[in-house]
C-alpha cells in the first residue's frame, strides 16, 4: 500500500496531513511516526503509561482499541486527529 511508505509532513495543516479510513491505516500511521521519532514499542508504552500489548495491538490495527489511550499516544508522537466534512460521499 503506497500510504504506508509515506512520511509524515512537517507542518500544523490538516491538509499536509494523510486520510486515514480503517483501524490498520492508522495502526500504520502511529508505527511510522514512533519509528520516525527512534522509540521502541517498549519505549511508547512507558511514555504512555500503557502496556507494550496495547501499542502492539494498536499498531497492527486490532479495531476494539480503548479510544482514549489511543488519543493519549497520538499526542505523545505529536499527532492529532482532524474531522472534517469530506470533499464527496456521505450522506
Not at 25 to 53: M, S
Amino acid at each position: 500500500m503506497a500510504t504506508e511508505k509515506q512520511n509524515f509532513p512537517s507542518g500544523n495543516s490538516a491538509a499536509s496531513g494523510i486520510v486515514v479510513h480503517s483501524s490498520a491505516e492508522l495502526g500504520a500511521a502511529i508505527r511510522r511516526r514512533r519509528e520516525q521519532l527512534e522509540l521502541k514499542q517498549t519505549d511508547l508504552a512507558g511514555l504512555g503509561g500503557t502496556g507494550n500489548r496495547f501499542v502492539v495491538e494498536l499498531e497492527r490495527g486490532k479495531p476494539t482499541v480503548q479510544l482514549q489511550k489511543v488519543l493519549d499516544i497520538m499526542d505523545l508522537l505529536g499527532l492529532e486527529v482532524v474531522v472534517k466534512p469530506k470533499t464527496s460521499g456521505g450522506l
